[in-house]
């Protein structure tokens, strides 16, 4: 199994243009995850599908973040505008039974 | 609400000793927990996980684990270390009833000195 796959691995965008990030999650499992990691605040959860459909997206940060999962092997979280405190690692997981398989992450900055 | 705390939040230990991060969770009930390492650059990767049954868990790369309910702890050991072991390691806890969504501790981070 190749794990779960994420592009790009690394994004260097200007303030105010738009990012997306994508996933492509280990096949078979049926909940795929976004979480963002910085050194000050962690990792955080962003939101979370189950059989592509979003559960929680209480940590989405503000309504410049959007995240979709229009099937079982692709999901993509979008920035728009982006602005520089949106710079981090943003990871993918998916799980079945609740253990949790990371992407190598995709590190973002906005300058 | 279930949480999980990392007293540790950085231990040095030196090549070939024992090594103990400790893991408190809060949970209503039998919790599952998981430790994950992640490495510079890297994703998190499970290093193992404690569902049901033996407390005693055994992970990848020698690690093991155990459950201890009365004190809400799920400690991780290595009796031996290594170089290759300098890492951030990541105590979570989930629920047995569906959601599929973890609580990370915070971490802590090893560094090994040779």
């Known amino acids: 199994d190749a794990g779960v796959i994420q592009s790009p691995r690394h994004e260097v965008t200007e303030m105010g243009q738009e990012v997306t990030l994508r996933c492509k999650p280990i096949?078979?499992?049926?909940?795929l995850f976004w979480y963002r990691q910085t050194m000050m605040r962690g990792l955080e959860l962003l939101i979370y599908?189950?059989?592509?459909?979003?559960?929680?997206d209480s940590g989405m940060p503000e309504d410049r973040f959007s995240a979709k999962m229009p099937n079982a092997s692709f999901s993509t979280l979008k920035i728009q505008p982006s602005e520089p405190r949106d710079s981090a690692v943003y990871f993918c997981?998916?799980?079945?039974?609740?253990?949790?398989?990371f992407g190598p992450g995709t590190r973002l900055t906005v300058t | 609400a279930q949480s999980v705390t990392q007293p540790d939040i950085h231990i040095t230990v030196s090549e070939g000793a024992s090594l103990e991060l400790r893991c408190n969770y809060s949970?209503?009930?039998?919790?599952?927990l998981f430790w994950y390492v992640q490495s510079p650059g890297q994703g998190l990767q499970l290093l193992l996980k404690?569902?049901?049954?033996?407390?005693l868990v055994q992970g990848i790369k020698g690690f093991e684990a155990e459950f201890k309910r009365s004190q809400s702890s799920f400690n991780l050991r290595k009796p031996s270390v290594h170089w290759s072991d300098a890492a951030e390691y990541f105590c979570?806890?989930?629920?047995?009833?569906?959601?599929?969504?973890?609580?990370f501790g915070t971490g802590t981070r090893l560094t090994i000195i040779p």
């Open positions: 997981a998916s799980s079945l039974r609740s253990e949790q398989y």
């Open positions: 096949s078979g499992h049926n909940s």
């Open positions: 599908f189950n059989n592509n459909v979003p559960i929680d």
């Open positions: 949970y209503g009930a039998t919790p599952y």
């Open positions: 404690y569902f049901s049954g033996d407390t």
């Open positions: 979570a806890v989930g629920d047995a009833f569906g959601n599929e969504k973890l609580t």
